[in-house]
């Protein structure tokens, strides 16, 4: 098994807590971050742009991923100028489609050839993947995010396509192909062996990190302890 330092895939903290944000950057272990919505939601984030300011006063020289909101084209250019103007290291997120399925391929060529660094979401599909390629222009650094994740949450195995598309996208240098939506730690690896690029984790996986290589007659005697630990806890008594 390799160890997390000899993967070539890069690690991302996916997230919407600016301490833990914060917290990861001075461990030096992620190589960027993302956030959407739904994250933003439950972090209970009020101010887009003052978590937005306070992310980048601490994040200034790795890369950082931000959403638009709107669901209608002209809405989502203004949202991505504004929050390209946040910082250097900004990355606007544009989801593929619309809420109405309508493709973003339009909007996503029109930004990317003014240079802003884009990276594409909530793509599943290889045909998806083929349109942002095609829409991204070659001198702005970009990343196309492919749910893998949720891929697997409907019985389907994501590592086909995303090797797939790891081999379908080595003829776009300038773009990054992103796992994103990791379900457990393995995909880490997963990634690494598909060829992409990034991987995106959670807070909770990245808790993960210092198992991985475990010896498992350990792992299995530790939670042996927890068991007992917990049973002592809640005091439970057996009786005939």
Known sequence: MKSIKALKVKIFADGAKVEEMKEEYRKGIVKGFTTNPTLMRKAGVADYGAFAREVLREIRDLPVSFEV???????MEREARIIASWGGNVNVKIPITTTSGESSAP???KLS???ISLNVTAILTMDQIRTAAESLAPEARSIVSVF???????????????????????????IELLWASPRELLNIFHADECGCHIITVTADLLKKLSMVGMDLEELSLETVKMFYRDGQSLGYRIEA
């Open 148 to 174: 893998a994740g949720r891929i697997a949450d409907t019985g389907r195995d994501p590592v086909p396509m995303m090797k797939e598309a790891a081999e379908y996208l080595k003829g776009f240098p300038h």
């Open 69 to 75: 909101f709107s669901d209608e084209f002209a809405s």
């Open 107 to 109: 909007l996503i060529r």
């Open 113 to 115: 050839v003014e240079g």
